[in-house]
């Protein structure tokens, strides 16, 4: 019973719930603005006087009955609502709607606010109009919905930029109400709300930015209004300076405390992550520098959560202080090389505390997550594929305490009625019995978690993981069947559940649980590696070791095979969102045009690094219709990305005479490639579009040998995030205009030299001869808002953009540089294309020289796919790695002559590459250009 199962589901199950769970437990919550409130008397003969019907419901409330406190109140709304009583009708449902809160009924809670601002806008009370927004916001919080939070909150400020209205909140969001009526302690409760939403969404800096404002963190400081900051918490819409104002009320800054600590917690976790990321590239100085600021934002939680505790203990808070213990316990589990014996007793004495104090609090929905959390925070942490998470089947050192926990959690939801907390304490308690490898207990209880989110909309946010918690149950059993309709059921939920949450601002569903999830996780503690990504792999690993048991010729066999690659769409859609947030707009393009892109000599290679191999998917023309046929790699997939890592390192020496990166060259060819060659022959294909994975997207597939030849020789190459991302248009060779921006002056950004390039003005003109009628900017006349003036007064087809560049990890750390010594993001860029150049006559061709990747890191690419998807760009021409410009100029000027001899863009770059190998130019200068997007 205490055995531990297969390390395959053992790695992923502990996080199933984190994502939803975190919302939960994770940020402290701001108390109520106001406690719940007594109507002023009310003459009445009824037998049931309201006013005292109200008095009762306060008195269960402030005993922590919050159950029996609504009954009482719902009876006074309905007299004061037959009288006529506005005013303390809507008193009432700000009552009703705390106590919803407090026992986990979200719906009913928003729902009560939301009538109680309609009330206090009609009797034209906007400081409390603005305070119900506030509480409306921290529910949303509470729900995991920050985008709706910051709505309330502020609205969305004008972002224009010719605008000459400096950017302010909308007139009646929640914090320019308060700000106009001079209401502090409403201000603060709104900032707290938006640092909260804004650490939900992975904006950290803002985040911290709102909570120190709201606390008044430094007493006699006077905060700049700046006019630029359009998303800055310290905007007043008055147009004064705003002094902070340092709140008396302890719970308030207990909580703003407990939050900051959240917030450094979790950027910590995220440098954590970055410095993994930066090892594995063997980038040592940097390495160092991420995990010095992992660790100096850890004291820095550990401080806020320390004076969090300590004042919630003076004012005898007992929820504040629960939370205040749960993170400091947390965060004693973090990765360190190793903890001093004070360190651990000072944990155990914070568990003991918590224990004590578990006793005393009454039941809530808070007291179920604290429960849920304390069995599970003396786990350890672990760092697994660049991610936290708790190591979900490790020894538990009071495993019958643990249950003993769950169970009580279970009977404090069900005497609350409150069916998102049960069904997370039933998952836990499914969770400990599968680490028992008791599946009937493992599999019952999780059905009833399943069961128990789908009885309410508030829940159903947790569904998939129940879903997918029973997928793995099953797989383990070895009952495939049920485990493919399990995962079937989660990745449905996660894609289908924004049809069920009501309609959007133009008509539209919302975005949905899965967009939610992306957004939030960015960087949140658990990101998105550790919420949604496993579901999708381990999904497709499961259907493709059916199909590697099947006769290719079967019909199931192509049922897999189809089913596997929607799989890796829906993911490579999901890691395009993640890795953008909530800037990444998606426009998807149906089967129809799909396979008017894919033409009869194309191949689609789709690769996913599995847990154990690498799965290699190929569609080929057949006829009317697509044949799939699939391969298992003859290698593990440690094994594949360290010849991946070797191959890049080794093609980038431009010096090496022996030529030692042909042997990773023809190995990978060997292993991806070679396995299909027949295949590709007998079709007759000319075009290979590759859908890469991982690590595999940092390498160039043109350089690939299979022993005689680079794989360019033989088939022109392109690469996509998606096919139902690409736009299936062939180009419009007519009036090919190009607008050609370039650097060629040394620079420094943020520290870093860049170097003079001395070729960049040579590739300008020739880009402008190339293209009769092209606009070029040069050096102090290339800057943003330059670019920005032309996308306004011209169409350009091509943006052909010469200058140092570098695609990060983060969107933020991708950039262009510009002439003025300043940095262009890949996300300001790719705004300005999709805001400025005409919809009807979108950029044909995006050309980008002299820029490079981070070496090995698997995300960094994903920058440049996203101008595609984001931008409306149809293609892309870039380098993964630094390239002399004297051959970038040679190459790109090939490229565009054979583009303007009719090639297609995919041939057009094959034949440049090709003329560079036939004079021996060394790949290192020719293979790193790719083409991404549509390649036609």
Known sequence: MSSKPKSRSDRFLGILFLFSLTVCIGLGHLPSIAQPAEPGNMATTQADNPSQLVEQGVEYYQAGDYQAAIEPWQNALTLYQQSNNYTNSAIVRENLARAYQKIGHIQEAISNWEQAILDYQQLRNWQ???????????????????????????????????????????????????????????????????????????????????????????????????????????????????????????????????????????????????????????????????????????????????????LARTQNHQPAQMRALRNLIRLSYRPQESISIEAAEERNQWVQEAQELFKELPDSQDKVYAAIDLAKLEQSMTVVNDTYQHNSCGKRQLEAETETLLNQAILIAQRLKDYRSESFAWGELGHLYYCRQDYQNALDFTQKAWWMADQNLSAKDSLYLWQWQLGQIFQDQGKEDEAVNAYKEAIATLEGFEGEQGKGEQGKGEQGIRTDILIAQRNLQFDFRDTIEPLYRQFAQLTLKRADSLSSDSEQYQTDLNSALKTVDSLKLA???????????????????????????????????????????????????????????????????????????????????????????????????????????????????????????????????????FLVEKYAIATTPSLTLTNPQALNRQELGALALGLTQPAVIDGESFSKLENVRKEIENVKAQFPGSKTLLDEQFTRKSLQQELQQKVYPILHIATHGKFGTIPEDTFLVTGNNQKLTITELEKDIRRLSRGSKPVELLVLTACQTATGDDRTTLGLAGIIVQAGVRSALASLWYIPDNSTSELVTQFYHNLQSGMSKAEALKEAQKDMIRINIHPAHWAPFIIIGNWL
């Open 575 to 709: 890691e395009l969102q993640n890795y953008f947030g909530n800037d990444c707009l998606l426009t998807l393009f149906n089967q129809k045009q799909i396979d008017e892109l894919v033409t009869k000599d194309t191949a689609v290679f789709s690769f996913m690094i599995l847990e154990e191999k690498a799965a290699i998917m190929v569609s080929l023309p057949n006829g009317d219709k697509r044949l799939k046929k699939f391969k298992l790699s003859q290698v593990d997939s440690q094994r594949l990305i360290k010849e991946v890592n070797d191959f890049r390192t080794r093609i980038q020496q431009h010096h090496d005479l022996t030529k030692a990166f042909l042997t990773p060259a023809k190995n990978l060819y060997n292993w991806l490639i070679a396995p299909f060659a027949s295949d590709l022959e007998s079709a007759q294909i000319k075009t290979l579009v590759f859908i890469q994975d991982g690590i595999l997207r940092s390498i160039p597939m043109a350089a690939l040998h299979d022993g005689k030849e």
């Open 128 to 310: 409390q109009m603005g305070r119900m927004k506030t509480e409306l916001a921290q529910a949303y919080n509470s729900f995991g919905q920050p985008r709706k939070a910051l709505a309330l909150l502020c609205g969305a400020p004008n972002t224009d930029e010719n605008s000459k209205n400096k950017p302010s909140c909308v007139k009646d969001s929640a914090l320019k109400v308060a700000r106009a009526h001079h209401d502090w302690k409403g201000e603060a409760a709104a900032l707290g709300s938006m640092g909260n939403a804004y650490i939900l969404r992975g904006d950290y800096d803002q985040g911290i930015q709102c909570l120190q404002t709201g606390l008044g963190i430094d007493k006699n400081v006077e905060f700049d209004i700046s006019p630029q900051r359009t998303k800055d918490c310290k905007i007043d819409n008055l147009g004064r300076n705003y002094t902070a104002k340092i709140l008396a009320d302890s719970p308030y800054r207990s909580s703003f405390l407990n939050d900051l600590g959240n917030a450094y917690f979790s950027k910590a976790q995220r440098w954590e992550r970055w410095a993994s990321s930066a090892e594995k590239r063997g980038a040592e100085e940097t390495e160092n520098q991420f995990r010095k600021n992992a660790n100096n934002n850890y004291n820095q939680a550990g401080e806020y959560f320390q004076q969090s505790l300590e």
